[in-house]
């Protein structure tokens, strides 16, 4: 009967008869009581008090608000209303008599009580029948501030949210109430509250709070399983209440972030403004972002070239919304194809080169070395070649973590790209500064476990994980772009500058998280399961050789380790190598060289660990 009753907001017509006849019988019941209050009344006497009544709360539209949502400025308006109608009535009695004012106190006071309090009877019922609803997640509401208590006067009427209390870091807000529930502290009194009522969720309700503090509060929670989100901007509540749906999950990559990146925009404007750029693998993850970022400076040209169509395709269509006055051109080749990437070079004169193109999947790699060499290292020289014969002003190649004491094809075809760098340094007819980036995984990109796992999650499950003690570095997508455009603008030719990567992070920890935010349970609704190490794959990735020294920048989250001097019987050899890619589709001769290029290259889990055993 109540769900029935409630299912709809009363009409107007409907409240404003409910409020007139309450009046009247509150005035009747009134002048009952005092036997004073108009001497001699008749039926216009008990109308007038209620018609003036209803008649000003509908100019103030209290009757527009609907009393499940009451609120202090609905309370006002009756105030208000309750006030003026008072007033009129009292000129109307004629009666200045002290007991008379009295009487006209007490019918203020019985007819402002009673219609807030048949309008917070409503709000109250409505709440509960919407609670009954089994879907009820019991919440908590991280800051006990006018946010934290808007929130929760928002999420009072939700069928979808019952809000059990506040925590907040104010030592001395601690164990008082607030509207009605308690303030906690992190601590043990907190755990065992959400314990024993099931909370389920946590809410941020103030932008105030930091990223390295949401941080701390996304591990602490995580521990308790409990889903940490964010309040969405106000614009999205319907009908001034939150939805669900509309909440924000706080992401990983936002965890994992340094936040605002300080890049010297002066000099890096100086370089990139008003110039040519080429930038290639500009359809991936990384080269799609280098030129977003790069925009920003206002280069006069960015040449794109990726091999793939369809990513090529979306980069182009939101480069169309954004580039403005700046040419951008497209081309769909390979780095490999000689004749192609000869032409863009011969038809623009290029300033400046990024170089990101290169296939990054180390099983797929581990399982085509010829295609390593021929795509990562081959295409690597032909770009580098063709920047020093065309005089190009930079080049920045793009490495990897797994570069550095690689254990599988990828890694040692990267470390190779950086040798063969490294032995144009030397040559003084080379004009072209060559630098060289190393950074570990970036978070997003295509292929990074990140989206993976959320494939698998949004799938229920399970998420499959390598091994238990997997660690690897984490760096967004957009931090790595804008750290290599600075490395590009510093750069003098010959370094290979190394970014703070941060700490490690335990992939099964990231795996766990990831599935907590979601509202979802390990073992429960979510399963983890370990396939073992994949071939070339190890547990751990390094930034640094053992033989490289780190300097400090003056960007604090960029290293240079000292130029390595490669000799030309190496330079050779490399040489060697790619001929023996193009015409051999023997893996173990290939890797075979490819270890003698790279003595420090140990296969892990892969079959050309019989190379390593037989030296």
Known sequence: MLNILFKNPFPVWFKLLIDFFSLAIILFITNQIMDLLIVNYNLISYLIFPVTSVVILYQLKSYNSMFRYLNINDVLKLLIGIILSSLIFFIYAHNFENKFQINHLLLFFFSFSFLVSYRVSIKILFSRINKTTEHVNNIMIFSAGNSGVITKRAFYNSPEFKIFGFVDDD??????????????????????????????????????????????????????????????????????????????????????????????NKKNKLLYNGKSILVTGAAGSIGSEIIRQIIKFKPAKIILLDNSETPMFHIKEELDLISNKIQVIYYIDSVCDEKAVKKIFSLHKIDIVFHAAAYKHVNMMEAN?????????????????????????????????????????????????????????????NNTKLITTRFGNVLGSNGSVVPIFEKQIESGGPITITHPDIVRYFMTIPEASQLVLEAGSMGNGGEIFIFDMGEPVKIVDLATNMVVQKGLKIGKDINIEFTGLRSGEKL??????????????????????KKEVVDKELSDLIEVLIELAFTSFDHFKVVSLMKKIVPEYISNHSEFQILDNND
């Open 171 to 264: 030592k001395y807000k601690t164990g008082k109430i607030l509207d009605g529930v308690q303030i906690f502290k992190l601590g043990a009194k907190l755990n065992k509250f959400i314990i024993d009522n099931n909370i389920s969720k946590v809410i941020i309700s103030t932008e105030k709070v930091s990223l390295n503090r949401q941080g701390a509060l996304f591990n602490y929670f995580q521990n308790l399983n409990i889903q940490l989100l964010k309040l969405p901007a106000v614009k999205t509540w319907v009908n001034g209440i939150p939805n669900i749906s509309n909440l924000k999950e706080i992401k990983i990559q936002d965890l994992l972030s340094r936040g605002e990146i300080k890049i010297d």
């Open 369 to 429: 070395p010829r295609t390593a060499i021929i795509n990562n290292v081959y295409g690597t020289k032909l770009i580098i070649d063709l920047s020093i014969k065309n005089k190009i002003q930079k080049f920045v190649l793009i490495s990897s973590d797994k570069a550095v004491n690689p254990t599988n094809v990828m890694g040692a075809s990267k470390r190779i790209c950086e040798l063969y760098l490294a032995s144009k340094i030397s040559n003084p007819k």
């Open 540 to 561: 751990f990735e390094e930034l640094l050789l053992d033989s490289e020294n780190l300097v400090k920048t003056y960007n604090d989250l960029i290293y240079i380790s």
